[in-house]
Nanobody, 120 residues
C-alpha cells in the first residue's frame, strides 16, 4: 500500500525551528515533484516543492526561512522551518504530484497531515 507518512510537527515558540519529514513507501519506482502544503482556516497554500531533479520553489511568505530537501532515492522529503512565526501555524501536508509504482501511477497523492503550532 502506498503511503506518505509525515512526522515532526508540534508546538514551538515564535522564532523557533522544526523539521518535518515525509517518507514515501509501498513499492514506489519514482516520484516526480514532492512538496509541502499547509492548511489554515479558510486557506490552503503551497509552502515548498522540490522536483525529481532538485529544483525548488517556495511561497514568498517562507523564502529565506524554510528549506526543502529530498533524500533516500528521492522518496523522503524534509522541510526545515526556521524563524517560525505564529502565522505559520497550520496543518502541513506532504504531497506527491506523480507517484509511480509497478502496478499503478498516482496523481496528487497526499499524506495525512501534521499539525504545526507556533505560539508563546
Amino acid at each position: 500500500q502506498v503511503q506518505l507518512v509525515e512526522s515532526g510537527g508540534g508546538l514551538v515558540q515564535p522564532g523557533g525551528s522544526l523539521r518535518l519529514s515525509c517518507a514515501a513507501s509501498g513499492g514506489i519506482l519514482s516520484i516526480n515533484g514532492l512538496g509541502w502544503y499547509r492548511q489554515a482556516p479558510g486557506k490552503r497554500e503551497l509552502v515548498a516543492r522540490i522536483s525529481s531533479t532538485g529544483s525548488t520553489n517556495y511561497a514568498d511568505s517562507v523564502k529565506g526561512r524554510f528549506t526543502i530537501s529530498r533524500v533516500n532515492a528521492g522518496n523522503t522529503v524534509y522541510l526545515q522551518m526556521n524563524s517560525l512565526k505564529p502565522e505559520d501555524t497550520a496543518v502541513y501536508y506532504c504531497h506527491a504530484d506523480r507517484l509511480v509504482t509497478q502496478g499503478r501511477t498516482f496523481y496528487n497523492y497526499w499524506g495525512q497531515g501534521t499539525q504545526v503550532t507556533v505560539s508563546s
